[in-house]
């Protein structure tokens, strides 16, 4: 049996952190947090092009922690919120270039699937968070959308409220799971 990896991705505040626990849970997995939360809220909202390479490297540590611990567990699956692309928009996003090593990882890691959180559910303030504005999130969201149509890992348009997403996320993981039987 291989390790199945499932990425959750989008803009903020589209439900991408309780997607994964939810997924978690109902398979019986894992998750891998998004390790960007824990990097603000230790140092600080104010971060800088160089910040962002550091939680790009803490992000694919905590990866690669978790998918070996799910491959000595004989895990079927790992879900994980945030990739190399989350990193990349953001870079270029915020500072108009993105380092060279996010782009290096992004051809190199591989995964199964793509879930790509929608902006249909309402925003939550949280202080981290930096783009309430429907505008920015719609763009983000586009973005998202044009690199996964650009690449070859399959994906699904996540949307609806929270148990709605649950469902579309639960129906997705399964016929990827059947696909690869």
Not at 35 to 46: C, D, F
Not at 94 to 112: A, G, N, P, S
Not at 115 to 139: F, I, S
Not at 158 to 170: S, T
Request: aromatic fraction near 12%; charged fraction near 25%.
């Amino acid at each position: 049996m291989s390790l199945k990896k499932v990425v959750v991705i989008g803009p903020e505040s589209t439900g991408k952190s309780s997607l994964c626990a939810e997924l978690a849970e109902h398979f019986s997995a894992k998750w891998c947090p998004e390790y960007a939360r824990e990097h603000l809220t230790v140092h600080g909202k104010a971060y800088s092009y160089d910040d962002l390479l550091t939680i790009a490297q803490k992000q694919l540590a905590q990866e690669d922690r978790f998918t070996n611990e799910a491959l000595n567990n004989d895990q079927e699956l790992l879900f994980i919120d945030t990739d190399m692309y989350v990193m990349k928009v953001w870079c270029e996003y915020v500072f108009q270039k993105c380092h060279h090593y996010i782009l290096e990882q992004i051809t190199q890691r591989q995964y199964d699937l793509y879930l790509l959180c929608d902006t249909d559910l309402p925003w939550v303030q949280d202080e981290l968070r930096e783009y309430p504005a429907d505008g920015p999130r719609k763009e983000l969201f586009q973005i998202y959308k044009d690199l996964l149509i650009n690449q070859s890992i399959p994906f699904v348009i996540i949307n609806g409220n929270y148990q709605e997403r649950l469902q579309e996320a639960i129906e997705a993981v399964e016929q990827l799971q059947g696909q690869l039987v």
